[in-house]
């Protein structure tokens, strides 16, 4: 019959189809073009600097990467948080995500007196990690990203 369709033929369009969605998948990463001015090196050791707050009752955050740059393909990080409170006064806490964009907090991480925990790559300029006392409800620490300007480095 002219009307049908060969299994052959399903094949070979599903293999065809395969092959587009792959060579599309292996296209070259968004590019990181700096400004001619900008020395990547430097940028490079800038960025990896820790970001610190020392809290209520002595409590620590750290960030590390502490920054993010402001220029194309440099605006996300991941990022390591970890924290410590004094277990005398604090005997479980949680680290709270927000964004001055949309200030609604979510539980990122929970643990005793102290922990880390390890973002994806989403954390942008803006996005704050809170170190909250989980059993009395209060914020020990709170720390904000900002940027690097990506001139003059």
Not at 82 to 108: G, L, N
Request: charged fraction near 20%; proline fraction near 7%.
């Amino acid at each position: 019959m002219s009307g049908d369709i060969s299994p052959a033929s399903i094949s070979r369009v599903l293999g065809l189809g395969l092959l587009c969605l792959l060579a599309g998948c292996s296209r070259p990463p968004v590019s990181m073009a700096l400004p001619s001015d900008v020395d990547p090196v430097q940028l490079q050791k800038r960025l990896r600097q820790p970001g610190q707050v020392t809290g209520a009752g002595g409590a620590q955050l750290t960030v590390v990467p502490g920054r993010v740059g402001d220029c194309k393909g440099w605006e996300r990080t991941a990022v390591t948080i970890r924290w410590q409170v004094d277990p005398a006064q604090v005997s479980a806490t949680r680290i709270e995500v927000s964004d001055q964009k949309d200030p609604t907090r979510k539980v990122f991480a929970a643990a005793g007196a102290s922990g880390e925990s390890e973002s994806g790559d989403w954390v942008a300029v803006g996005v704050q990690f809170h170190l909250v006392d989980a059993v009395a409800n209060s914020d020990l620490a709170t720390y904000t990203f900002a940027a690097i300007p990506c001139v003059q480095l």
